[in-house]
């Protein structure tokens, strides 16, 4: 069981590019959940997706898309990255959705972008 | 809106006992969770509160009053694989909201 795998661990872009962060778990979960965390500010929700075929917006949803492939994985999109995009990016994911399911998370991915 | 207040940062000396606490406001309450994360690594769950009362897992324990929108972590016996930051959580619209964190720091 390898849990929660993400890719890329680092990256560096350049403002205006684009990427796609990759999200995988092995664990049956219905739920999966994209985060931010920046320096002194927690983690952030940007998009989750309670189960296969739904996704819906978190806290922090602007400049970022995401697509739900199937009940394994869950991928993160910037389509044009600004600075304010730095940020380490954890996936995470969880039996359902309640409040009291342990959401397992991922090593992360840590972008820069310049 | 839904915001939660934790410590910044705690210091205390290995083999002691020492508390994190978090006081939150949400419009909806499901439970506070407790998550562990060491520098460069990924947050880990610790433990979850639905009702008040305490809840014990070895060496941590973790409390919840509700009427008081207020929770903490206790930790026994410090051990200096203790030092990471805890960040208390609570269940919310946008499902998880996360507090900014506690840093602990155990001192030999």
């Known amino acids: 069981n390898a849990g929660v795998t993400q890719t890329p661990k680092f990256q560096v872009l350049k403002t205006g590019q684009s990427m796609t962060l990759q999200c995988a778990q092995d664990?049956?979960?219905?739920?999966m959940y994209w985060y931010r965390q920046d320096p002194g500010m927690g983690l952030r929700l940007i998009y989750y997706?309670?189960?296969?075929?739904?996704?819906d917006k978190g806290e922090v949803p602007n400049g970022y898309n995401v697509s739900r492939l199937n009940k394994r994985e869950f991928s993160l999109r910037l389509e044009s990255a600004a600075p304010s995009q730095t940020s380490v990016y954890f996936c995470?994911?969880?039996?359902?959705?309640?409040?009291?399911?342990?959401?397992?998370f991922g090593p992360g991915t840590r972008l820069t972008v310049l | 809106g839904q915001s939660l207040e934790q410590p910044s940062e705690v210091t205390a000396v290995e083999g002691a006992i020492v508390q994190i606490n978090c006081t939150y406001q949400?419009?909806?309450?499901?439970?506070l969770s407790w998550y562990q994360q060491h520098d460069g690594g990924a947050p880990t769950f610790l433990s979850y509160?639905?009702?008040?009362g305490l809840e014990e897992t070895g060496r941590f324990s973790s409390f919840l009053s509700r009427s008081d929108s207020y929770g903490y972590l206790l930790l026994q016996e410090l051990q200096m694989k203790d030092s990471a930051s805890y960040f208390c959580?609570?269940?919310?619209?946008?499902?998880?909201?996360f507090g900014t964190g506690t840093r602990l720091k155990v001192l030999a």
């Open positions: 509160n639905a009702l008040d």
């Open positions: 995470a994911s969880s039996l359902t959705s309640g409040s009291a399911d342990t959401q397992y």
């Open positions: 997706s309670a189960s296969e075929g739904t996704t």
């Open positions: 949400t419009s909806g309450f499901y439970g």
């Open positions: 959580a609570v269940g919310g619209t946008y499902k998880y909201i």
């Open positions: 664990m049956n979960h219905n739920s």
